[in-house]
């Protein structure tokens, strides 16, 4: 197979236990270069289990992670950390330090990876902001000064600070309102649209799913129990996923006052 081809994620047989209790069982899955691919699955089905092995924050029990053509099992310091710069992680509550403005969190990956001065650390992260449609001032704030909906476009422009080829985004669109989930959705399209990235989306949210992505992979009995379009999910035979994709958006998630 052409290497332009290959997946940009590939997972053979992973098996993921936590004393007696297994999480995966024999999970295969592959994720296209440039697809946006959902992660669903009821609570428990070991969704972000599975992102955080895919980006090295867990080690499965056994079974292989190979990540833009390196496995992550076997991966040493060093080569690891020049992979991770490659990807860039938008965590579920954030994951900005409390203690920084959002410009200095957005800019935090640059200061890591980067020689740049801090005035041009400073524009870029002002741009990434701007970018999501964060206005200004919104960079000079403490991170516990934003409202929920701008809390998320913060987080995204610092998983986009370092332009990664990969982007893994953990419920996105969790604790707010459809309409501010919408916003959300419209960012991701437009982050896709801008710099290209494979996309992996952890999410409970039916409507997100339906608007971004390419594939869904549903979790369930240890496994990927089905793989396809929003399209052919909502049509399947296999009674978890044909349960879990009958269900309103406002099921899938907290709905929250309206935010940013």
Not at 61 to 77: F, H, I, K, Y
Not at 124 to 147: C, H, N, Q, V, Y
Not at 193 to 213: E, G, K, M, N
């Amino acid at each position: 197979m052409d290497a332009a081809n290959d997946p940009v994620i590939d997972l053979q047989q992973i098996c993921t236990r936590f004393g007696s209790h297994t999480v995966h069982e024999g999970l295969d899955l592959s994720v296209r270069r440039g697809e946006i691919l959902g992660l669903a699955g009821g609570s428990g089905s070991g969704k972000s289990v599975l992102l955080r092995e895919m980006i090295g924050l867990q080690q499965p029990s056994s079974g292989q992670v190979r990540v833009l053509g390196e496995d992550l099992t076997a991966l040493a310091a060093a080569p690891g950390l020049a992979l991770r710069k490659r990807w860039g992680v938008m965590f579920q509550r954030g994951g900005l330090f409390g203690a920084l403005t959002v410009r200095q969190n957005v800019g935090l990956p640059l200061r890591e990876h980067s020689a740049l001065d801090d005035t041009l650390i400073d524009r870029i992260a002002e741009w990434k902001l701007a970018l999501t449609g964060l206005p200004p001032e919104a960079g000079l704030k403490r991170p516990s000064e934003l409202s929920g909906g701008m809390l998320k476009r913060a987080a995204l422009a610092r998983a986009i600070a370092l332009d990664p080829e990969l982007l893994f985004l953990d419920e996105p669109t969790s604790g707010l309102d459809p309409a501010s989930s919408r916003g959300v959705d419209d960012l991701i399209l437009a982050t896709r649209a801008l710099f290209q990235p494979t996309i992996v989306i952890v999410s409970h949210d039916l409507a997100l799913l339906w608007r971004v992505c390419d594939r869904v992979a549903v979790l369930g009995e240890g496994r990927v129990i089905a793989l396809d379009t929003m399209d052919a999910l909502s049509h399947h035979p296999h009674p978890t996923v044909a349960a879990y994709f009958t269900q309103p958006r406002e099921s899938h998630q907290t709905a929250a006052p309206a935010l940013a």
